[in-house]
């Protein structure tokens, strides 16, 4: 709570909050970091982006698959909503892997390995994005 009337001692306050604010996020755990919030019915969770290994679309009617490393979360969604963040790469139309989690892109197969051995399919398009972004590096 910050008072207001007199203004250096504002000041002071809000340099003291912001302070405050600094040393507790220099100071964070890991898991502290980024989450992926996702609704399930009436349930709301806050899923650490590294504990995600990818989601996957599952027929026709907006239903995602969110696998992790000990659990699968089922809910509605689309895949277009977690695309925007970045922290995904989209590899086949039906499949949106954690960038951190990818060990490595079987291009032959035409499959993406994450670091818990899982596959997911790579798409013909993204194959010849991967390959020409490889070959401009």
Not at 45 to 68: K, N, S, V
Not at 93 to 110: C, D, G, Y
Request: with cysteine; aromatic share 8%; charged share 30%.
């Amino acid at each position: 709570y910050i008072v207001k009337s007199d203004y250096q001692s504002m000041s002071i306050r809000v340099r003291s909050c912001l302070e405050s604010i600094r040393e507790r996020l220099s100071c964070a755990p890991p898991g502290q970091g980024r989450y992926c919030t996702v609704k399930i019915l009436d349930t709301v969770r806050h899923i650490p982006l590294e504990e995600i290994l990818f989601l996957e679309a599952i027929g026709h009617r907006h239903t995602l698959q969110l696998h992790m490393d000990r659990e699968v979360l089922e809910f509605n969604s689309s895949l277009d909503h977690f695309e925007k963040d970045g922290a995904f790469w989209r590899c086949h139309r039906s499949f949106l892997v954690n960038r951190t989690r990818i060990r490595a892109v079987h291009l032959k197969e035409q499959t993406v390995e994450l670091d818990n051995h899982a596959i997911c399919l790579l798409s013909r398009r993204e194959k010849a994005n991967y390959t020409a972004s490889m070959a401009r590096q």
